[in-house]
């Protein structure tokens, strides 16, 4: 059976973090928060001496129609459990530039209030587990434990003005290239 290379090699659990697995899911705490995750029984997690090990279940007959299903899990199960665990300890965060005329974010509680050219400011409240910074007028900070989360948040306050391609205005991520076009010529 071939395996995830990722998948083979042991994640480290830092001193302030705790991992445990009970009844399908894993349960992982730290100075952060706690996350935890449900999981299909294609997999067994080996938890000691502050590392874990993924291995495929020995006691599941494998048919070879699965064989498919057990390697991307395997896979995919280490990336989640070490974003889990990097998450707790350190945080995640996605940083978004608002580039425009006029175009601008402020802060006022949980809400987060962008002047992005309509009519009206477009009001977004942040999710449990997310937090909003903005350092100044055209910068805008996501933060949080949950990896997916904090992107998903990310990428929607992007879609309410995505860059365009011919002044560049619009809300963009930071360090996002946006292919300039040129406009019609006379």
Known sequence: MRLSRLGKQSIKIPDSVSVSSKDGSIYVKGPKGELSMK???YVEFEIKDKEIRLKP???MAIRRSDL???N?????Y??????????????YQKRLKVEGTGYRVQL????????LGFAHPVEVIAPEGIEFEVP???????KGIDKELVGQVAANIRA???PEPYKGKGIRYEGEYVRRKEGKKV
């Not at 991307?72 to 995919?76: E, I, P, Q, T, V």
């Not at 280490?78 to 350190?90: D, Y």
């Not at 006022?108 to 209030?113: A, C, D, E």
């Open 108 to 115: 006022s509680g949980k809400r987060l209030m962008l002047n």
């Open 160 to 162: 309410h003005r995505k």
């Open 68 to 70: 498919k299903k057990v």
């Open 57 to 59: 279940r020995e006691s």
């Open 39 to 41: 999981y299909k029984p």
């Open 78 to 91: 280490w990336s989640l459990l070490r974003n889990m665990i990097v998450g707790v300890s350190q945080g």
């Open 72 to 76: 991307a899990y395997y896979g995919l």
């Open 136 to 142: 100044d007028q055209k910068t805008i900070v996501v």
